[in-house]
């Protein structure tokens, strides 16, 4: 059976760009084009609404979305069902995660498995940690490493890798808005310090909290998504930003920054594995989850 069509809906449906979703497809535009031209005329529908300038989905479009998402699943499913009885795995995991998880978790991960499942191509997709759990959910992504969520959704399964403390970082360099005293802050001590935060995720909720329980409305110099940028734009002297501490120790830049000493501490984190709990129906799934 050609499951390309579907690869190839999905991948524009996700992406909304005929450029790059012939990329992330390794087909031509005009093969894209044309595969979905075929679906809609074996459909009876437009899938998508198109001109010069932008691409979006129909109405149709939305509801074959979820078919073709569920169509390419339960195809994986049983092809790698009928090949795990023939001891032999093969097909595509995509894994997402930052660019400090990519070099701090995956060799670890993956060496053995790729000795023992070679014919197992694994994509690897980086960004921001904040984006991991919807990703995954949404079906965008296979797995995911990431910071465990505060609440965890009914659908994911999460398995901890380790924890690591979020920290408080500063330039080396003094400056005046410097807190003198982080291991006793104060509203005062904190009001008017540039902070570099995460736009969202779990680094950005604690810092808030933390904020919060202090009565200060911290001032933004930065909105960053990605921790390893907040690294960079402390270590130049924009402000004081917060990471989790195993992405400073990663981050080439560590030298230019220090820690501050800040009480209360904010909470550790564990960081994952973490896929939706009906893609563990998949051989292929259940056996990289099975390394963790």
């Known amino acids: 059976m050609d499951m390309r069509p579907l690869r190839h809906f999905l991948a524009l449906a996700d992406m909304l760009h005929f450029g790059r979703a012939s990329d992330a497809s390794h087909v031509s535009p005009s093969t894209l084009s044309r595969s979905i031209r075929q679906l809609e005329e074996n459909l009876g529908a437009p899938l998508f609404e198109r001109d010069n300038r932008h691409v979006a989905l129909t109405r149709q479009g939305q509801l074959f979305q979820h078919y073709a998402r569920d169509a390419l699943e339960q195809w994986e499913a049983i092809r790698h069902s009928l090949m795990s009885e023939a001891r032999e795995l093969a097909g595509e995991i995509s894994i997402y995660c930052s660019v400090t998880a990519s070099y701090s978790f995956l060799y670890a991960l993956l060496s053995e498995f790729r000795l023992r499942h070679p014919r197992i191509e694994l994509k690897l997709h980086t960004g921001d940690p904040a984006e ?47 807190p003198s005293a982080p291991e006793t802050p104060s509203a005062a001590q904190w009001k008017g310090v540039p902070m570099i935060l995460s736009e969202s995720g779990l680094a950005r909720e604690h810092s808030d909290t933390w904020f919060k329980a202090l009565g200060v409305t911290p001032q933004i110099y930065a909105q960053v998504a990605g921790n390893e940028a907040i690294v960079s734009m402390v270590g130049l002297g924009f402000g004081i930003g917060v990471v989790p501490r195993i992405v400073l120790d990663n981050s080439p830049l560590r030298g230019r920054v220090s820690i501050l000493p800040v009480k209360p501490e904010l909470p550790h984190y564990d960081v994952g594995l973490c896929v939706a709990k009906r893609r563990l129906k998949s051989p292929l799934i259940r056996a990289l989850w099975a390394e963790v």
């Open 132 to 178: 991991s759990v919807g990703r995954v959910l949404a079906g965008e992504e296979d797995m995911a490493i990431t910071p465990r969520p505060r609440t965890m959704p009914n659908g994911l399964a999460f398995k901890p890798m380790t924890t690591s403390p979020l920290v408080f970082i500063a330039p080396r360099e003094d400056t005046a808005w410097m």
